[in-house]
């Protein structure tokens, strides 16, 4: 899904962007009017960081059935880094899309915040069931 977003033109992805300014729109958030000019920056940039939000979550899944969770969570972010830079690199090949450094940083910022996250979860899970056994 990635790959394909990334492929489309950049008239195409500024019409989706348009059209979920208009989603919201339509559900009484004004983003134009929230944002201004900002809004359509701050749609596409949501995505990314969204998009690669979720990929983290399905890499550290799939990773968590065979490795240990810090392994898993060091894998996940360090696959949607290297993956965010080849869909950045992808970019530079479509018309009207460049390539940006700061798009793979939005990227990865969304796989981290998954996998911090998780942390949190299986830190403080871990914590509980460890008060829970020692109260026995």
């Known amino acids: 899904m990635i790959f394909m977003l990334s492929n489309q033109s950049a008239s195409i992805s500024d019409g989706n962007s348009k059209s979920i300014i208009k989603i919201f729109k339509a559900l009484g958030l004004n983003l134009d009017s929230v944002l201004g000019d900002l809004a359509d920056l701050a749609v596409r940039?949501?995505?990314?960081?969204?998009?690669?939000?979720?990929?983290?979550?399905?890499?550290y899944n799939a990773c968590r059935e065979t490795s240990s969770i810090s392994k898993s969570i060091l894998f996940s972010v360090g696959l949607v880094f290297c993956y965010a830079c080849t869909d950045e690199i992808h970019q530079l090949f479509v018309t009207g899309r460049e390539g940006r450094f700061r798009d793979v940083m939005i990227d990865t910022s969304g796989g981290a915040t998954a996998m911090l996250v998780q942390f949190?979860?299986?830190?403080?899970?871990?914590?509980?069931f460890s008060k829970k056994v020692l109260a026995k």
């Open 120 to 128: 949190i979860y299986h830190f403080r899970k871990q914590r509980t």
């Open 45 to 59: 940039k949501s995505a990314h960081f969204i998009e690669y939000l979720v990929l983290s979550l399905l890499i």
